[in-house]
């Protein structure tokens, strides 16, 4: 699939406007006063909420520090480390953004063996503006032991892993009757089994450094939906299986403080949604008419869905499926 700057320009030249305009201080590193406990909760925790370090009231300001921008110290990633599946452009690089942003160290895997440019800047401004850092690791999420590997790496070095946004994923337009064994393994090994992978390899390290930690996947309304003026069976059916996916890892891992969510964007302008295009013109027409708003999204709209699931602004949210799509499915 070809990026095509053109599209994608004016948004990063307005996320600059936005993050040169946006207070560092209202992340800055004295709110990590606020910041919690690493350790796995206890059911105890929760009878005690009003005391625990977890609870919401704990994170408040105190009254003092109210006219010094210290507030919504939930959403403080300072410290905090996190790993961006498909982080190399698009959506998962615009979320890398916003947790950097927020004072987190993040990673972005992606098997393009060199990320979009949009990365340097991104990592120019996280290491000059806001003292942190982003790194790049080429992985194909396919290959468990790579997957496997890569994550280990990654929280050896600060004996952490805070969470994931796994963010991989393939397209391919194609009718069913038509569509080819080889095209429906490598939507679903990488739209299905590439998920899978890298939230297991995430979760792996959380148990291993006995921390909380959340987890959100990228689904799409196309995983509750057929999509008018898309033909992509597949890639509808991998979608449904990573929402099922969600909720049963919740399950499974939320007793250990690790919480797991998917994330149903509509349509979004980026070089995925450039390549339906190519393929089908008329499909921008109809994807505009059908939602709610008459347009289609930028990446950058989903920064504050990064930050909320990704931070302790979202502690009590897991096995949930977030649907945001300017209102294409409300009608
Ligand atoms: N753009 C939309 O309208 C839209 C809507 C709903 C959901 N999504 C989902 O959002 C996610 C991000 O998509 P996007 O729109 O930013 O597209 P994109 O093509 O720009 O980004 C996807 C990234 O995943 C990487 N990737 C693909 N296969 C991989 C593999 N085997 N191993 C490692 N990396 C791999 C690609 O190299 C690419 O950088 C996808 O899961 C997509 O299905 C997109």
Redesign the pocket.
């Known amino acids: 699939?070809s990026f095509v700057p053109r599209v994608l320009a004016p948004a990063r030249t307005r996320l600059a406007r936005v993050a040169a305009s946006t207070p560092r201080s209202l992340f800055s590193s004295s709110t990590r006063l606020y910041s919690t406990s690493n350790s796995f909760f206890s059911p105890q925790d929760i009878h005690n909420a009003s005391h625990s370090p977890d609870h919401i009231q704990s994170k408040m300001p105190a009254k003092e520090l109210l006219h010094n921008n210290h507030r919504f110290s939930e959403f403080d990633l300072e410290g905090r480390v996190y790993a961006i599946?498909?982080g190399?452009?698009?959506?998962?690089l615009s979320m890398a953004e916003a947790l950097i942003e927020a004072g987190a160290k993040v990673y972005c895997?992606?098997?393009?063996e060199s990320p979009h440019p949009d990365f340097l800047i991104a990592k120019k401004r996280a290491e000059e503006d806001y003292g942190s850092s982003l790194e790049y690791i080429r992985?194909?999420?396919?290959n468990n032991t790579e997957v496997n590997n890569a994550f280990a790496a990654i929280a050896a070095q600060g004996e952490r892993l805070d969470g994931l946004i796994a963010?991989?994923?393939?397209?391919h337009l194609q009718s069913a009757l038509e569509y080819s064994q080889q095209a429906l393994d490598d939507v679903m090994s990488?739209?299905y089994n590439?998920v899978f992978n890298s939230a297991t390899a995430a979760a792996r390290q959380m148990f291993k450094y006995q921390q909380k930690g959340s987890i959100l996947l990228?689904?799409?309304?196309?995983g509750l939906i057929a999509n008018k003026g898309m033909t992509s069976p597949v890639y509808n059916s991998s979608?449904a299986a990573v929402i099922q996916l969600g909720r049963s890892l919740a399950m499974e891992w939320g007793r250990h403080g690790i919480r797991v969510n998917s994330l149903?964007?509509?349509?979004?302008i980026?070089?995925?949604?450039d390549e339906v295009f190519r393929q089908n013109p008329a499909a921008r027409a109809t994807w505009e008419a059908e939602n709610m708003l008459g347009r289609l999204a930028l990446?950058e709209e989903f920064r504050g869905t990064a930050l909320f699931c990704l931070s302790d602004a979202s502690s009590f949210m897991t096995g949930s499926t977030l649907l945001i799509d300017g209102g294409h499915t409300a009608w």
């Open positions: 699939m599946t498909g190399g452009r698009g959506l998962g895997l992606d098997r393009l992985i194909d999420v396919r963010a991989a994923g393939i397209n990488i739209n590439g990228v689904a799409s309304m196309s979608k149903c964007p509509g349509h979004i980026t070089p995925m949604v990446p």
